[in-house]
Nanobody
Framework: QVQLVESGGGLVQPGGSLRLSCAASGFAVSDYAMSWVRQAPGKGHEWIAALYKNGADTSYAENVEGRFTISRDAAENTLYLQMNGLQPEDTAVYFC??????????????????WGQGTQVTVSS
């Protein structure tokens, strides 16, 4: 069965850290470009981080650059998002997606070949 399963979300205080995981099955993450996209309450989807298909190059939205790091572990077939310096405005459901291009910057789930169910991140004191 082909699927992406996110985990690692939760409640964290401002300034805290979380590491999200996105475990893939039925396909290899190393064969795709991967991205993280989030959706805050009452808002649309927002693309935040991309890992190029080569697994080396990355790109970030301006509001997370320097705080978030996207990476993958091919052996574990898992994508990660390390999030540091979390702020209340980072509260959202976080989704991972795989696309067949060299890199994917799209915020729309329909543009991804595979899409996860999301994990909730809440930043609050």
């Amino acid at each position: 069965q082909v699927q992406l399963v996110e985990s690692g979300g939760g409640l964290v205080q401002p300034g805290g850290s979380l590491r999200l995981s996105c475990a893939a099955s039925g396909f290899a993450v190393s064969d795709y470009a991967m991205s993280w996209v989030r959706q805050a309450p009452g808002k649309g989807h927002e693309w935040i981080a991309a890992l190029y298909k080569n697994g080396a190059d990355t790109s970030y939205a301006e509001n997370v650059e320097g705080r978030f790091t996207i990476s993958r572990d091919a052996a574990e077939n898992t994508l990660y998002l390390q999030m540091n310096g979390l702020q209340p405005e980072d509260t959202a459901v976080y989704f991972c997606g795989a696309c067949s291009g060299y890199v994917c910057y799209d915020m729309r789930p329909s543009r991804y070949t595979y899409w996860g169910q999301g994990t909730q991140v809440t930043v609050s004191s």
